[in-house]
Each structure stands twice: as structure tokens, then as C-alpha cells.
């Protein structure tokens, strides 16, 4: 069936080097894609989004890659700090009126 | 400061019993949403909101129930229907712009814990 999903489920990166984390969508249609970071014990915040109109977009240290040939979203944090450890979501608005649809989150670990 | 509320962050239930989380915004958000976490799991839809007096089921709904009589209040009761409910509890409002899906601001979580 159709689903967001994560090729990693782990990632652990030594601090100071970039992070990738991936995801892939298969809903072609989906025009909205959103990256949460999740803290243990909290509620997922915000990163960064991007609209299907773009392939790019960055933020403060992230930034954010969308290839809709491959149906693929990746997020890049540049040097990885110790308080990037988290779990990260993303997540897609799909065609319609309809509540964004998330994937299972990889856990990212940054090793001082 | 504009936020949204869960409360109790822990709640403990023996089985047999129906328990309501609460969550209140006060960002003037229409839509609302309740998410279920399992352990290493990403985020399952009960319930969600557009607007006052009205709700849809997400994909996980039975055992739960909801109600939307405020705009800023959309309480959780987790029933005795529900076989496994001891999970992490996620409430997130949205500005929806006529469109329910748009960035979705969460509060910290209830963690629910069945005795």
C-alpha cells in the first residue's frame, strides 16, 4: 500500500560531520512534505518543509532535498552536534483534504 | 506564550477502565489532531478535528473517543474497548487554511501506562 517510509532506521555520526537522513514517499501526488525532530519524552518540533514546486530548500544547518522522479526526501544536517540526537520524522500532505501522513522516524545518534 | 497543553504527562489505569487526556491551544488553531506512538514506532492517527462539533477517525480510532465542543479543547478518552492502550499519547493543532494538513504544532505528550 501506499506509505511513507525510511530506508535507515538508525544513524549514528561522529560530531562535526554532516548527517543524511532519508525517506521515501509513494504517493506521487503528495504536495507537501515536512521533516519533525523528536526529542526523548517530547513532542516532535518542526524542522524545515518543502513544497512539491521545489527541489531545495534550507534552513539554519539543515537542509532539506526532494527528487519526485525517485519519489524521495532526504534531510542534511550540517555539522552534527550532540543535540541533533534524535529521532526524525517526515512527513507528506497527500492530495486532499487530509491529515499529513508520517513515516516510522530514524533515530539519529552523534557520537562527541 | 501560545502553545498547546497535554495534561497528565504520566497517567497510570488499571485495565477495565476508560481514562481522558486532555490537550487546550491557545494558538487559534481550527484543526486538531490526536496521535498514538509505540516504542521505536512513528506516529498513528486517532482522531482529528477541523472544526467545533465535528471530528473524523484516523486509522487507529476503535477504542478511543473524542469531543470538539471548544475550539481550543479536544480531550482523548482512551475506553476499556481499547485491548492495548499503555502507549504515548500526542495532541497537535494546525492552522489549516481551509486544508487540514498543514504544519502540525504538537504538545509534549501524555504517556498512558495500563496497570
Known amino acids: 500500500g501506499e506509505s511513507v517510509g525510511l530506508h535507515l532506521p538508525t544513524l549514528s555520526v561522529q560530531e562535526g560531520d554532516n548527517s543524511i537522513i532519508n525517506c521515501a514517499y509513494s504517493?506521487?501526488?503528495?504536495?507537501?512534505f515536512i521533516w519533525y525532530k523528536q526529542e526523548s519524552g517530547k513532542g516532535p518540533q518542526f524542522i524545515i518543509d518543502i513544497r512539491s514546486n521545489m527541489d531545495k530548500r534550507q534552513g539554519q544547518r539543515v537542509t532539506v532535498l526532494l527528487n519526485k522522479t525517485v519519489k524521495h526526501l532526504s534531510l542534511q544536517i550540517a555539522a552534527t552536534q550532540p543535540g541533533d540526537s534524535a529521532v526524525y520524522f517526515c512527513a507528506e500532505r497527500r492530495v486532499g483534504n487530509t491529515p499529513l501522513v508520517f513515516g516510522k522516524g530514524t533515530r539519529l545518534s552523534v557520537i562527541a | 506564550d501560545g502553545g498547546i497543553t497535554q495534561s497528565p504527562k504520566y497517567l497510570f489505569r488499571k485495565e477495565g477502565q476508560n481514562v481522558t487526556l486532555s490537550c487546550e491551544q491557545n494558538?487559534?488553531?481550527?484543526?486538531m489532531y490526536w496521535y498514538r506512538q509505540d516504542p521505536g514506532q512513528g506516529l498513528r492517527l486517532i482522531y482529528y478535528s477541523q472544526i467545533v462539533n465535528d471530528f473524523q477517525k484516523g486509522d487507529i480510532a476503535e477504542g478511543y473517543s473524542v469531543s470538539r465542543e471548544k475550539k481550543e479543547s479536544f480531550p482523548l478518552t482512551v475506553t476499556s474497548a481499547q485491548k492495548n492502550p499503555t502507549a504515548f499519547y500526542l495532541c497537535a493543532s494546525s492552522s489549516s487554511s481551509g486544508r487540514v494538513a498543514g504544519e502540525l504544532f504538537f504538545g509534549e505528550g501524555s504517556r498512558l501506562t495500563v496497570l
Open positions: 504517493n506521487s501526488a503528495s504536495d507537501y
Open positions: 494558538l487559534n488553531h481550527d484543526a
